[in-house]
């Protein structure tokens, strides 16, 4: 018994031809942009190899011939390559620059809403600060490069390129040289490249692990601090560091020997370029100004070959953070859509239906969650569910929001399997109050119409009163536009709790799915909250994980489940007299209505 297959992030390598497929997508719209920065780029690159032609014909014409004429000539001339070389590196830096911030702006926005679209299959593996640094991290690599480092690389490519190229239209014997000295810096150039980027990769994978320690440090800080384990998170968060040093060190070695060995065989090749163009100059088979630009050129070479095998580690590193980003951008474990949904009936008799349902987790498949689960909920009636921990009970809410398929079986809403309904319709029936509500770094009002954002004011302060939330909204210093804080940290527990019924009765569902959505109240705001969610239930299906025998009482059926499957069924007075667990789980759990204490929860 399975849930629906998904993959976590696939560490398989790509390619570079794999890597453009990916990224394609994201520089085609760019490509006039492209167009124009390549030209520029060729400007510039043709400008400077022009200068080495001008430089020739500044020494043998305007010095050699001592003529002003000349030499006023020469120069002009030498100034107007300058403006374009100055003209050809503007629009380079302009135009890689923007494409740069469009392309990595437009990936950041494509990642983050295909990581909207995963389901919760998916994050049971998937590590959440890994999932950030991709995020930011790695797409912030990747920006620089392609904001400077590319354009860097291409120029001096086309330099290292053109400048062979004029050498040897200088001396025809230098094609020798260059014959033997080109492979000699492509090969360990290769075989090294391929290596960094290897250990670049696994750089930032380490790197990605010390934001997964740092997440999860942060995140439960109370926790820790309550617990005084700040020195082991510490020593864990030290040797998370240290394994991203090494990795980083590594990265850092191979990036000096490729410079260090391809420095060395290019100016090898250049001083036996230089000792070959002395000779033909003390031979008179060559002038001084066709040596001067054949140093010119030489230089060029040699300069242009230096910045490559320091811009190649750059490359490797963003080769690896590409990778990254395209594993993500290509993990799938979206839940398959119908092609033509079915619409979906809110009037049938039946609101909700499981039928011979098995399902396990994607982390725990061996473990079934739920086993041969029949139940459904006719419309109006209200239903608990009450089970020791682990028993299932939260599976069926997750099953219902379709965060996942049934392995065996079927869901039903209004009649129709959920596979052939439209997710968004699904969920816009749905109305969910989690015992741990989740709230957003914004204002109160906003994480009330966070179901329903084109809500209006008197809508959004209704709902507000009857979740007995608005007296102490008013109270907070901006009143409804009081940011909240992260994850809703200005706020207690039960103001917290508040607020998702607040939201939940703005979204007027068909469907109340309720975890216990009192259960974090003092016993005066239960109570009046308890008579909100009446309301708000009365005429309406509602199915609540139980845990306080004040919910259990006021339940049509009540179903107990016991390791995923469904053990007894029916009222609370009923089960008290035939199910032995049920009895126990009263005992232990519930106070009985007569004394009206505040029951504990039900773990």
Request: with cysteine; hydrophobic share 50%; charged share 20%.
């Amino acid at each position: 018994m399975t849930s629906t297959p998904s993959r976590q992030l696939d560490e398989t390598p790509f390619t570079t031809a794999e890597l453009w497929r990916v990224f394609w997508p994201y520089l085609h719209p760019h490509r006039h942009r492209i167009v124009g920065a390549v030209i520029s780029l060729l400007m510039v690159a043709g400008a400077l190899l022009t200068m080495g032609r001008g430089l020739a014909y500044l020494v043998d014409e305007g010095l050699g011939r001592e003529d002003p004429a000349l030499l006023d000539r020469a120069v002009v001339g030498t100034a107007i390559i300058a403006v374009f070389l100055a003209a050809g590196s503007y629009l380079r830096t302009t135009l890689v620059n923007r494409i740069g911030e469009s392309v990595l702006a437009d990936i950041r926005q494509a990642l983050f809403g295909h990581l909207l679209t995963l389901s919760p299959a998916w994050y049971e593996t998937a590590r959440t600060g890994d999932v950030l640094a991709r995020i930011t991290t790695d797409t912030a690599i990747v920006q620089t490069v392609m904001t400077s480092t590319i354009s860097m690389a291409a120029r001096n490519v086309i330099l290292l390129f053109g400048g062979l190229v004029m050498v040897v239209l200088s001396s025809p014997k230098m094609s020798l040289v260059v014959l033997v000295v080109v492979p000699m810096v492509v090969v360990p150039l290769i075989f090294l490249g391929r290596r960094l980027r290897r250990a670049s990769r696994l750089a930032q994978d380490r790197l990605a692990d010390v934001a997964v320690q740092a997440e999860e440090t942060v995140t439960a800080i109370r926790t820790v601090q309550a617990f005084g384990r700040q020195d082991l998170m510490r020593e864990r968060f030290d040797v998370a560091v240290e394994s991203s040093l090494d990795a980083a060190l590594m990265r850092v070695r191979l990036r000096g020997w490729m410079s260090g060995i391809i420095i060395f065989l290019v100016f090898s090749g250049i001083s036996a370029i230089l000792w070959i163009g002395g000779q033909d100059l003390l031979a008179g088979r060559i002038s001084a100004g066709d040596l001067s630009s054949f140093v010119f050129y030489a230089f060029l070479v040699a300069a242009s070959t230096g910045f490559l095998s320091e811009l190649a580690g750059e490359l490797q590193r963003a080769a690896g953070a590409a990778e990254r980003i395209a594993q993500a951008l290509q993990a799938s474990a979206s839940l398959p859509q119908s092609a033509q949904p079915a619409p979906l009936s809110r009037d049938g008799e039946v609101t909700c239906e499981f039928e011979a349902v098995d399902f396990a987790y994607p982390a725990g498949a061996a473990r079934p969650a739920i086993s041969g689960v029949d139940l459904a909920v006719r419309r109006g009636e209200r239903v608990a569910l009450v089970g020791p921990s682990g028993a299932g009970k939260s599976t069926l809410f997750h099953l219902l929001l379709r965060f996942y398929d049934p392995g065996a079986g079927r869901v039903r809403l209004g009649g129709q399997d959920l596979r052939d309904l439209d997710l968004t319709d699904i969920r816009h029936f749905i109305g969910l109050v989690p015992q741990d509500p989740a709230l957003f770094s914004t204002s109160v009002r906003d994480n009330i119409a966070f179901g329903r954002p084109d809500a209006g004011e008197a809508e959004i302060i209704a709902a507000s009163k009857q979740a007995e939330a608005h007296d102490f909204i008013m109270a907070l210093d901006h009143g409804y536009d009081t940011p909240v804080g992260e994850k809703g940290v200005r706020l207690s527990g039960g103001q917290r709790q508040r607020i998702a019924i607040a939201r939940a009765i703005l979204r007027d569902p068909g469907l109340l799915l309720l975890d216990e959505a009192t259960s974090a109240l003092d016993a005066r705001s239960e109570a009046a909250v308890q008579a909100a969610l009446e309301a708000l239930m009365k005429d309406r299906t509602s199915i609540v994980i139980a845990h306080r025998l004040a919910t259990v009482i006021r339940a049509d059926r009540i179903f107990l489940l016991d390791g995923g499957k469904i053990v007894a069924t029916g009222t609370h007075e009923q089960l008290i007299t035939e199910s032995p667990l049920y009895r126990h789980l009263a005992d232990l759990q519930f106070s009985t209505p007569q004394t009206g204490v505040h029951s504990p929860p039900l773990n």
